[in-house]
């Protein structure tokens, strides 16, 4: 398949789903994938499990921007809990003789493909140097040390690296996973952004690295296992790079990973198009306007502040806690102030986050609306600054949504799908293959706000990626170039 796949266009097209082609596939439960890693580590801090009692509201959390300079010492029990809310495990399951662990972020097919490192520059009660955030047996193994050549600078410092497993999602999705990876590395990417700013910490993302540089600081294998992201604490967004490049000097004696249980078929096309992204881009020109991507003209425009719908209080950490993928919908009507807000918490990402601001652009956010008081049911694009609805044409879209995604019924029966749709041609032209990464990781912090939006306000979310692509073209009227790579399904569940 990976014969001719020189761009990441070319790739999501070869990876697209067609009805009646899809290849059937046996899910070998007696390789299924290792959910963390093992070292022989060289020293393991075990987290702190007792959490904090302040409660954040969601709200106010969202429309946070992390801000200049270091906002205070960060304690090693604050650390603990800002992972197990970016990352920790929620509840645990058990079928075909496996144990499945389910964290505070969905995953597709919940096979959590991706690994946190954590990077230690300074801390008090940590160690300079690498560790493997072990988010299942909940302990930091440190697997390198090293030494901070500033020993003047005393000030909070590390970086926490997101990293994707390829087998941990081609066990079930074979040459597709790297699309799912990038999603999941994105709701990842936003969860642990919430738990710093909810810790009263500046931060900065990082989507443009030097890849082999960053594989060989995690003695990672790119066959296997690939860095997506950085997200570095307390250093100023021109710094980060300079602080990878430069410290802490890991030249102590390194643990070595032990050898895993996963053992199965690889697919050479993930290498591929990972390495086609390989080059950092910059951008050359603005996007073209969102409806644009459609063929249909727009019929009217809502804008969502004519609405007056205030915000009621919603706890973050309980919500985080509290996040499932819920798909049980039921077709009862959805009260139209819930609705009202549930939009805006959608499109609540700030695109003052230089990463947003990067490739937001190239996103288009759709939503099909149905059975909610105060609104026709039909098909809409958010406005590029997501402030308003506009409504491309009128109808209930979700049955054949439903038959769209792989024929799951349950899409037909939610409230609100929300669409996310991109011009993969204009975002080739404006990033390389890269931009791929930046559009998926994108849209998937935005989907995990919409996971914790829905769940403060008491309603159901599920992701889906599986879809018959080119009858998702047809369903909305795309323009040739314009593909939906992921829905979310947001509305009323059974109790």
């Known amino acids: 398949m990976d014969e001719g796949i020189i761009t990441a266009k070319a790739y999501h097209l070869a990876t697209n789903h067609i009805r009646h082609r899809i290849t059937p596939h046996h899910l070998d439960f007696e390789n299924y994938p290792v959910p963390f890693k093992s070292y022989a580590f060289l020293n393991k801090i075990d987290l702190i499990k007792t959490g904090s009692k302040s409660k954040v509201d969601l709200n106010l959390l969202f429309d946070q921007l992390p801000q200049a300079g270091l906002r205070g010492p960060l304690s090693l029990n604050a650390l603990s809990q800002i992972l197990l809310l970016a990352y920790g495990v929620t509840r645990t399951g058990a079928a075909n003789g496996m144990n499945f662990y389910f964290r505070t972020t969905p995953s597709a097919g919940g096979l959590y493909p991706c690994h946190l490192y954590l990077l230690v520059r300074f801390m008090n009660g940590l160690e300079t140097g690498l560790y493997y955030c072990n988010m299942i047996q909940e302990f930091l193994a440190l697997i390198q040390r090293g030494e901070n050549p500033a020993q003047e600078d005393k000030e909070v410092s590390f970086s ?198 990067k490739v937001d652009p190239c996103l288009t956010i759709g939503v099909s609306c149905q059975n909610i008081h105060g609104i026709e049911d039909g098909f809409y694009l958010f406005s590029q600054d997501r402030t308003s609805l506009h409504l491309i044409r009128k109808g209930q879209y979700h049955n054949a949504l439903s038959r769209v995604c792989l024929d799951q019924q349950w899409i037909a029966h939610a409230a609100v799908n929300f669409l996310f749709m991109a011009d993969l041609s204009y975002l080739e032209t404006s990033f390389g293959p890269r931009g791929y990464r930046y559009l998926l990781m994108h849209s998937g912090r935005i989907a995990q706000r919409i996971y914790l939006g829905a769940t403060g306000l008491g309603l159901g979310c599920c992701g889906v990626g599986a879809l018959y692509d080119e009858e998702a073209r047809d369903l909305f009227d795309l323009n040739e170039d314009v593909s939906l790579f992921y829905v979310v399904s947001t509305g009323p569940v059974k109790k």
Not at 183 to 206: R, T, V
Not at 262 to 282: D, F, V
């Open 160 to 357: 926490f690296i997101i990293t994707g497993e390829f087998y941990n999602s081609s066990w079930k999705y074979r040459e597709r996973a790297f699309r799912y990876i990038l999603l999941d590395s994105g709701h990842l990417m936003e969860n642990l952004s919430l738990a710093l700013n909810a810790f009263d910490q500046f931060f900065s993302i990082e989507y443009d690295f030097d890849d082999q540089k960053i594989s060989q600081r995690l003695f990672l294998d790119n066959a296997k296992e690939v860095p997506l992201a950085i997200v570095t604490v307390g250093q100023d967004t021109c710094c980060v790079k300079e602080q990878i490049d430069s410290r802490p000097h890991l030249s102590g004696p390194r643990a070595e990973q032990k050898i895993g249980l996963s053992a199965g078929p690889s697919y050479p096309l993930l290498e591929k198009i990972y390495h086609l992204g390989g080059k950092p881009a910059q951008k050359k020109f603005v996007g073209p306007k969102q409806t644009d991507r459609v063929t249909k003209p727009l019929k009217k425009t809502i804008r969502l502040s004519d609405f007056s719908c205030p915000p009621d209080k919603i706890d973050y950490m309980e919500t985080v806690c509290l996040r499932r993928s819920k798909r049980n919908f039921v077709p009862k009507v959805l009260d139209m102030t819930k609705a009202i807000r549930l939009l805006r918490l959608a499109s609540s990402l700030p695109c003052s986050d230089a990463q947003a601001e």
